[in-house]
């Protein structure tokens, strides 16, 4: 079974910048972190779901919510299984619960892991 | 993007009842379509992937529906672990989209 724990999180004021990381340990199927697309997902304050980056197996491939585009980075690092996301110029609207999930496939996102998330809350 | 469009957005309903929850996509999606359970605290979990295929240990009373632009999430005898909060999800493209949410609570 696969295991996913967000940290990071916390209070910062508007404009700042804050780093996500997500630890990965275990395997299902005999399939490990390295073998995986890995996605940033966050809940809103009203509870809605917003997808927000994804990047591949071997980072070939990145793409991100128009939302976030020039302000969020994912990346990640597969020696260590852990993927990461920088919060740049930060806005209150960016106060969600955010998740790293994975899916098996870059070309359809099935969310099959999820970690308990990492609460992010911008306010002065 | 694709939109998603799901009803009802709030549902209340008793021990033992059938309910259902439709998701309607702005294009057609084949069945690139994923349902959740979400729960306070916990992680999301993967109920339904591909519109009708049950992930392993999800109760069989859980089932999904539907091909193109309209679906259903069903929960058949209602039991009180499913009182949750449920989204569908388009995987077929980026940007992923989400539904709204449906937040199913016991009358």
């Known amino acids: 079974e696969l295991q996913l724990a967000e940290s990071g999180g916390g209070v910062i004021e508007p404009g700042k910048s804050l780093g996500l990381s997500c630890s990965v340990s275990?395997?299902?199927?005999?399939?490990?972190?390295?073998?995986?697309?890995m996605h940033w997902v966050r809940q809103l304050p009203g509870k809605a779901l917003e997808w927000v980056a994804g990047?591949?197996?071997?980072?070939?491939?990145?793409t991100y919510a128009d939302s976030v585009k020039g302000r969020f980075t994912v990346s990640r690092d597969n020696a260590k299984s852990a993927l990461f996301l920088q919060l740049k110029s930060l806005r209150p609207e960016d106060t969600a619960l955010y998740y790293c999930?994975?899916?098996?496939?870059?070309?359809?996102?099935?969310?099959?892991?999820w970690g308990q998330g990492a609460l992010v809350t911008v306010s002065s | 993007d694709i939109q998603m469009t799901q009803s009802p957005s709030s549902l209340s309903a008793s021990l033992g009842d059938r309910v259902t929850i439709t998701c309607r996509t702005s294009q057609d999606i084949t069945t690139s379509l994923n349902w959740y359970q979400t729960k306070p605290g916990k992680a999301p979990k993967l109920l339904i992937s591909a519109a009708y295929t049950l992930q392993t240990g999800v109760p069989s009373r859980f089932s999904g529906s539907g091909s193109g632009t309209d679906f259903t999430l069903n929960i058949n005898s209602l039991q009180p672990e499913d009182f949750a909060v449920y989204f569908c999800q388009q995987s077929g493209s980026f940007p992923v989209t989400f539904g709204q949410g449906t937040r199913l609570d016991m009358k």
């Open positions: 999930a994975k899916s098996d496939n870059w070309d359809d996102v099935v969310l099959e892991s």
């Open positions: 275990g395997e299902v199927s005999g399939l490990t972190f390295d073998d995986f697309a």
């Open positions: 990047i591949s197996w071997n980072s070939d491939r990145i």
